[in-house]
């Protein structure tokens, strides 16, 4: 899977469509840190959203940019779709693991903080990290031409589960109080942006019960693609 997860991440960096959801990562985090200096932790929730949405676009144009024969050979060669979806994974976390290293050095390489970061600023904002941008790339399996034929319908639902998640804390806050439950149903992103930001003075067993929390649904969604797709074949 490592050889066909390797293969695949050079088919889709020779498509160069990796270039728009990348560039617009970096332009929104260079524009973060164009004054310094900056909070640690409240910059890292910002980084993190802009991961959540960077790595959603990205595995969406990711799955999307082999053909149907490319699929079809991958899939042979994997031996099986789900070996094939694993390592459509495989790939992505890969990527994600490789964004998120970046997103959290940048700023401490560059001195762009108004301190020193402490190990549980490292290690809470690591793990913020790359639980959003798991998460960001989980959201996009089920919109990929195998599942939705057509794109833009597809790109249209996939943004409106995006825009749903980041606002859910505020969706909830309108509706009736027994009805509040109802923001754990979306990708906890907004619980994951604010719980960053008051991770500083925050208990540890809130902080990382959605921490933990996030890394569930983006396993679960990981999952749910792997089992289904045994029950589909290959683009035809």
Do not use: C
């Not at 899939?75 to 094939?84: C, F, L, T, W």
């Not at 190990?119 to 809470?124: D, E, F, K, N, T």
């Not at 540890?204 to 679960?220: D, S």
């Amino acid at each position: 899977m490592i050889r066909l997860a390797t293969f695949l991440l050079a088919s889709y960096i020779r498509s160069y469509r990796y270039f728009a959801p990348v560039g617009s990562m970096l332009i929104a985090m260079m524009l973060l840190y164009s004054y310094k200096p900056n909070p640690v932790m409240d910059s890292y929730a910002v980084t993190s959203a802009f991961l959540f949405v960077g790595g959603a676009w990205l595995s969406f144009s990711f799955l999307n940019h082999a053909g149907a024969v490319l699929e079809q050979l991958s899939v042979i060669h994997a031996g099986s779709m789900r070996k094939y979806a694993a390592s459509q994974m495989l790939a992505l976390l890969a990527v994600i693991v490789f964004l998120s290293a970046f997103f959290l050095l940048y700023p401490v390489v560059m001195n762009m903080f108004a301190e020193t970061v402490s190990a549980r600023q490292w290690l809470i904002a690591s793990s913020g990290h790359l639980a959003l941008g798991m998460l960001g790339a989980g959201v996009s399996y089920f919109f990929q031409a195998a599942y939705i034929r057509n794109i833009s319908r597809a790109t249209a639902i996939l943004l409106i589960i995006v825009i749903l998640s980041i606002g859910a804390r505020q969706i909830a806050a309108k509706l009736p109080e027994g009805l509040s439950w109802i923001r754990w149903a979306f990708p906890p992103v907004a619980e994951m942006i604010d719980t960053l930001m008051r991770s500083d003075t925050a208990l540890l067993t809130g902080v990382w019960g959605v921490i933990g929390y996030t890394y569930l649904y983006a396993f679960a969604l990981a999952a749910a693609y792997w089992i289904f797709s045994a029950y589909r074949d290959a683009r035809t």
